[in-house]
C-alpha cells in the first residue's frame, strides 16, 4: 500500500519552518512547498493524490476539487471546513485555500481519508 511515511520538520527561523513530504520513501516534489498554517501542515492536493492513483478534477466556477479512484470520492470547496468523502460529510481542521493557483489542503485530512496512513 502507498504511504506517507514521514514529514521532517527543519526550522528555517522563528517565524517559519519548511515542510518536506515523503512518499514511499521518496521526496514528493510539489509545485507548491506544503507549508505551516495557523500549527495546520498544508499541502498541495494534487502532488499528494496523483501519486496514490487518483483522479482530480479542478471546478473554478465552484472553487471545488474532487479526486476519486476506484473505492474513494473526495471533494472539497475552497474556503470552506468541511469536506465530502464518499458522500458523507467530514469536519475539517482547516479549510483548503489557493496559494500561486495551486489548491492547499491538510495533510492530516489527505492521510487520513485517502488510504494512504
Same mark, same amino acid.
Given at each position: 500500500?502507498?504511504?506517507? #511515511?514521514? !514529514?521532517?520538520?527543519?526550522?528555517? @527561523?522563528?517565524? +517559519?519552518?519548511?515542510?518536506?513530504?515523503?512518499?514511499? =520513501? *521518496?521526496? !514528493?516534489? #510539489?509545485?507548491? @512547498?506544503?507549508?505551516?498554517?495557523?500549527?495546520?501542515?498544508?499541502?498541495?492536493?494534487?502532488?499528494?493524490?496523483?501519486?496514490?492513483? &487518483?483522479?482530480?478534477?479542478?471546478?473554478?466556477?465552484?472553487? *471545488?476539487?474532487? /479526486?476519486?479512484?476506484?473505492?474513494? *470520492?473526495?471533494?472539497?470547496? $475552497? =474556503?470552506?471546513? &468541511?469536506?465530502?468523502?464518499?458522500?458523507?460529510?467530514?469536519?475539517? =481542521? /482547516?479549510?483548503?485555500? $489557493?496559494?500561486?493557483? $495551486?489548491?492547499?489542503?491538510?495533510?492530516?485530512?489527505?492521510?487520513? &481519508? @485517502? +488510504?494512504?496512513?
Amino acid at each position: 500500500m502507498i504511504a506517507i #511515511c514521514f !514529514l521532517w520538520f527543519t526550522f528555517i @527561523s522563528v517565524f +517559519g519552518a519548511q515542510v518536506t513530504v515523503y512518499l514511499n =520513501d *521518496s521526496l !514528493l516534489d #510539489c509545485r507548491q @512547498s506544503p507549508m505551516i498554517v495557523n500549527d495546520r501542515v498544508l499541502v498541495p492536493m494534487r502532488d499528494i493524490m496523483e501519486p496514490l492513483g &487518483y483522479e482530480v478534477v479542478w471546478n473554478a466556477q465552484e472553487e *471545488s476539487i474532487k /479526486a476519486t479512484n476506484d473505492t474513494t *470520492s473526495i471533494q472539497l470547496q $475552497i =474556503d470552506a471546513n &468541511y469536506a465530502i468523502v464518499n458522500g458523507n460529510h467530514v469536519v475539517l =481542521d /482547516a479549510a483548503p485555500t $489557493i496559494i500561486h493557483d $495551486i489548491t492547499m489542503v491538510p495533510l492530516r485530512f489527505l492521510t487520513t &481519508y @485517502s +488510504g494512504a496512513a
